[in-house]
């Protein structure tokens, strides 16, 4: 065929030295042929029927494409699909230029909106009706059920043909057509189209003009006159397109108005084997190029004119095929995409995957199977009836799945009940069998991988249990959404403080250097307040040892609070006040960390790396994903015991073999709840991991999607806790909050957190002394500065030591009635008692006066031999 083109073209431009050519190649490959003429000549090469997108990897300037490129309809098959919700969708196509070119154009536009291709069908051109059968075969297998079919109107009525007999145009399928195929419906026989029942198909929209409708009349009788003996042919696109082609080079002709319209003739050898290095060259080249390039005109197909030599894409119409042939749905515009009218300017915004058709944005539907229920886009893949789910046999943690064989087999746990619960809020029936994982002596047939492995290799169509998504599993299937808590757990045992048990365990709470200085501050402020209030309150007086007693008594009793006596000193009570806020301080502090060596639950140790630090032992579970975390972290493998059991974990505890065991959260939940009391959760460093409990379907399952979102509501209205009250008993109540952190065991307070308490105590009391030393001092200046040089200096501080001693008379708080009471008191002593009257009260009070003052009048002179009076030395 392409030899017959040829032949003609280059006799076209040699012999009759044609100056354009209009043509309708069949193939690509008669088109670049044509390419490669017209380059060479330098003569326009116009087509109407060249449509596949590898055209356009060979850009040249004598080319022009007067029809829809293959790659412009991509977008319109992409919003299809998202407007029904679909998320996979297989290309058919023939294995030649045709349909290979649109192939990476469609894949990309696909993947932009995460819509899936699994599988490429590419039907041979020349492929026989067995060929056919094999790959339609093949896609009957798999899940998907959207079909997007791009082949010529030859290829493509045999393959619906065959698809009908297969039962491929039923209920649940779902297929597109390409304007290629739909643009020839007017022309193909009616049985044709019977089997394409239910299909979408998309055609280059053209509008409907009065011009277009007398000119299909003329061409219609024309054709008829032509050719009588063929019945209902009616004008499709491409006789539009050929049509506006011819008008376009009309135009572009009348622009030149070139008077030459000759060849030159090259300078070749006639030699040569290369036909086109002998054709010659076309002298209106520039011209009648540019002047194509420009045309711009409203022609029959619609409106005219080319970008890059191609013609500029237009809207598209899709149709729904029916018994009475097709049907207009809807249109798809570049600046509204899908629409149900041209005239409207409501846009589809329905885009999401998870939802199904958007009603604005097409109108009725008869879909394969004769039903207006939109399909899904996917069905399993059933062996007889039923979908296949593989069940792991676990004889350890049972409460997520039990098989159970007598008198059937039957199937419960957690895991189960889960699945159950979801499977029925879906919004679509599946029927399922669950199928055990295990030998014909019920012991397991493998681990979770070669379970998993299983479903990888299609023998079953899902997997439930407690299965956990780990990036070498997720290679092969697809997982949920987990459903139970994620992460990792460490459990250790909980232990009562030795402490606790020993009689001297309330100094625990304390360092010695904290006892020492505590006590040490007690007798210093005893001291203190003893100096502040010795001579001016009765308390603080008396026999020595009832002083020292007194002061020590006040000092220790702040810490309970009990210091009853009143302080007269305004320094004294400064000084307490800041050492009771001490004392409070200290005895709130005492009494916590008292509370916790007594109470508090130890766990020892409760961190990683003090387990690897001390070299302990810990335990997992067997066939455990855990262990090649803990040989990650550092642990070596004799450092590790495997467990099959929460009962066979307790004994490991008991028996004190591990300090502490790894598991996967919901298997710790259990086995803490089975215990409640005796151990607890802690988070670990590597705690925090995204793996949890999922349900495994094969690779590009849609249940995977479907359940994932149902697992989530279920989660939101709380019916997986539900669940799992059912299945544990509730004793999640039991789970008490997680520990964080190196350790819980209470600290022994030293020093450190007292000293600035220690300081403020000090200093204040150490001014307060200061300040009384000062006054006293100032009082007594007198002697201080007395200018007898006989009396030396430690005299003096002798005779004001002696003045500190006794009673400050001045002193508003000794007062006058007190001196009264105390001489009746010694005048009682050495005769009878007698009443006073005001008088002689007054008497008394002059005497005390004149006594102290002869007193201290003797005691100077005693100091002064010279004989000088007390106001002298004064």
Not at 572 to 580: K, L, M, Q
Not at 690 to 719: A, C, M, P
């Amino acid at each position: 065929m392409i030899g017959i083109f040829s032949v003609r073209s280059v006799d076209l431009i040699k012999n009759l030295e044609v100056q354009a050519i209009i043509i309708g190649p069949e193939s690509s490959m008669q088109a670049k042929y044509a390419m490669n003429l017209g380059d060479n000549a330098q003569v326009p090469i116009i087509s109407f029927s060249t449509t596949s997108s590898s055209i356009t990897t060979f850009p040249t300037s004598y080319f022009f494409r007067v029809a829809q490129n293959d790659s412009s309809q991509v977008k319109v098959i992409r919003s299809i699909i998202q407007n029904f919700g679909w998320s996979e969708a297989v290309p058919i196509y023939v294995d030649y230029e045709f349909g290979e070119g649109v192939i990476p154009y469609l894949t990309n536009a696909l993947q932009e909106v995460d819509i899936r291709i699994p599988y490429w069908c590419v039907i041979p051109s020349m492929a026989s009706d067995d060929q056919i059968v094999a790959k339609l075969h093949q896609l009957m297998t798999m899940q998907t059920r959207v079909f997007i079919v791009h082949m010529l109107p030859s290829l493509g009525s045999r393959l619906f043909a065959i698809a009908k007999e297969m039962g491929m145009m039923g209920e649940g399928y779902a297929w597109i057509t390409t304007d290629r195929m739909t643009n020839f419906f007017g022309s193909i026989k009616s049985s044709v189209t019977d089997n394409m029942l239910g299909v979408i198909g998309l055609k280059s929209y053209v509008p409907n003009t009065e011009e277009l409708e007398h000119f299909k009349l003329r061409w219609q009788m024309k054709f008829q006159k032509d050719n009588p003996t063929i019945l209902n042919v009616k004008l499709d696109v491409f006789g539009l397109w050929a049509y506006d082609a011819v008008w376009a080079l009309a135009m572009a002709v009348e622009k030149v108005r070139a008077a030459n319209f000759n060849f030159q003739k090259l300078n070749i050898s006639d030699h040569s084997t290369n036909i086109l290095e002998r054709l010659g060259v076309s002298q209106s080249d520039p011209e009648l190029v540019q002047a194509l390039s420009s045309t711009v005109f409203r022609g029959l197909s619609g409106n005219f004119s080319l970008l890059y030599g191609q013609l500029r894409s237009t809207n598209f119409q899709i149709v729904n095929v029916n018994g009475n042939g097709e049907r207009e749905i809807g249109y798809w515009t570049l600046q509204e995409g899908l629409v149900r009218n041209l005239n409207s300017t409501s846009r589809s915004t329905n885009t999401s995957r998870f939802s199904f058709m958007d009603a604005n944005a097409f109108g009725p539907i008869i879909w394969p199977g004769d039903t207006i229920t939109t399909p899904k886009g996917w069905e399993i893949p059933k062996h007889g009836n039923w979908m296949r789910v593989l069940v792991p046999v676990n004889h350890g943690f049972q409460e997520f799945v039990r098989v159970s064989r007598a008198p059937a087999t039957t199937f419960s746990g957690y895991c189960i009940d889960v699945f159950t619960a979801v499977v029925e809020r879906l919004p679509y029936e599946v029927s399922y069998e669950f199928i055990p994982f295990e030998r014909p002596n019920g012991d397991p047939a493998g681990s979770y991988d070669d379970l998993i492995f299983q479903v990888f290799r299609g023998n079953y169509d899902a997997a439930v249990g407690d299965l956990s998504n780990r990036p070498n599993r997720s290679l092969y299937v697809d997982f949920t959404l987990p459903y139970t808590d994620t992460g990792i757990s460490m459990i250790l045992p909980v232990k009562r403080s030795k402490s606790s048990k020993n009689a001297w365990v309330f100094l625990k709470p304390l360092t010695w250097e904290v006892w020492l200085l505590s006590v040490c501050f007690f007798i210093f402020m005893g001291f203190v307040v003893w100096v502040l209030e010795h001579r001016i309150n009765k308390g603080f007086r008396g026999p020595l040892q009832n002083q020292i007693g007194t002061s020590l008594w006040f000092s220790f009793s702040t810490m309970v609070f009990a210091h009853g006596d009143q302080l007269v000193s305004n320094l004294a009570r400064f000084v307490v006040i800041v050492w009771c806020f001490v004392v409070l301080v200290l005895t709130q502090s005492y009494t916590a960390s008292l509370s916790s060596l007594l109470t508090v639950q130890q766990l020892q140790p409760t961190d990683v790396s003090l387990l690897l630090k001390n070299g302990d032992i810990v335990g997992l579970q067997e066939d455990s994903f855990v262990q090649g975390i803990l040989e990650q972290v550092g642990f070596y493998p004799d450092k590790l015991r495997t467990y099959n059991s929460i009962e066979r974990l307790h004994e490991l505890f008991e028996q004190g073999s591990i300090s502490a065991a790894f598991d996967e959260a919901p298997y710790m939940k259990v086995f803490v709840s089975t215990y409640c009391s005796k151990y607890t959760v802690v988070e670990t460093a590597f705690s925090k991991t995204d793996n949890g409990f999922s349900f495994v379907f094969r690779k590009g399952s849609h249940l995977t999607r479907d359940v994932s979102g149902v697992i989530t509501n279920l989660q939101k209205e709380d019916q997986i806790r539900t669940i799992e009250d059912k299945c544990f008993g509730k004793q999640a109540i039991c789970m008490g909050p997680n520990i964080t952190g190196s350790s819980n065991r209470p600290l022994t307070l030293s020093l450190d957190s007292f000293w600035g308490l220690f300081l403020i105590a000090w200093l204040s009391s150490s001014l307060a002394l200061l300040i009384f030393v000062a006054m006293f001092l100032y009082q007594h200046r007198h002697i201080l500065i007395c200018s007898d040089p006989n009396i030396s200096f430690w005299r003096r501080i002798c005779i004001l030591l002696q003045m500190y001693d006794q009673e400050d008379i001045s002193s508003h708080t000794i007062t006058l009635q007190e001196s009264v009471h105390s001489l009746v008191a010694v005048e009682s002593s050495a005769s009878s008692p007698r009443p006073l009257s005001s008088h002689s009260s007054q008497t008394a009070s002059n005497i005390i006066v004149l006594e102290m003052q002869e007193r201290l009048s003797t005691r100077l002179g005693d100091l002064n031999p010279n004989g000088q009076t007390t106001q002298e030395i004064a």
